[in-house]
Structures are given as structure tokens and as C-alpha cells.
């Protein structure tokens, strides 16, 4: 049994995904998976990925309606 640590992304579905390095043999594996998040505040964001994020929450939501909306409670 070999001990490797490796560095992996779940992705927003929840898929694991992980490269095997290149030095092991081909075929079946055991393979344990301890989960470690990592604070942001270590990494880059690259917000282009970000672009569209939550659509599907604002959709057929006028914004100066909604904007008005706010206004109005601010004054009550």
C-alpha cells in the first residue's frame, strides 16, 4: 500500500474528481477519501467562472420594480 496525497476540486454537481500520478500501475485500487476544505482566503477567485451564477433566481423579476420595492419599505 502506498500513501499519496493528492490536491482535488469538487465540483458544484458534487463530482470528486482525481488524476492519478502517472507512477502506479494500471487496474483496481482502494481508495479512501478524507475531505479537507480549503479556505478561500488561500486561493485566486476567477470570477469569470462566477458570470451567471443564480440566473434562474432573478428570472422575470424586474429589477427597478424590485429596486422600487425596497424603496418603499425603507420608508415605512
Not at 490536491?7 to 458534487?14: F, S
Not at 467562472?49 to 420608508?75: P, S, T
Amino acid at each position: 500500500m502506498e500513501a499519496i496525497h493528492l490536491t482535488t476540486t469538487i465540483a458544484a454537481d458534487g463530482t470528486l474528481h482525481i488524476d492519478a500520478p502517472s507512477h502506479l500501475p494500471p487496474g483496481p485500487a482502494e481508495v479512501v477519501v478524507v475531505v479537507s476544505p480549503v479556505s478561500t482566503r488561500d486561493q485566486l477567485v476567477d470570477w469569470i467562472d462566477a458570470y451567471g451564477l443564480g440566473k434562474e433566481i432573478w428570472e422575470g423579476v424586474d429589477a427597478q420594480a424590485y429596486v422600487n420595492e425596497l424603496r418603499d419599505e425603507w420608508e415605512r
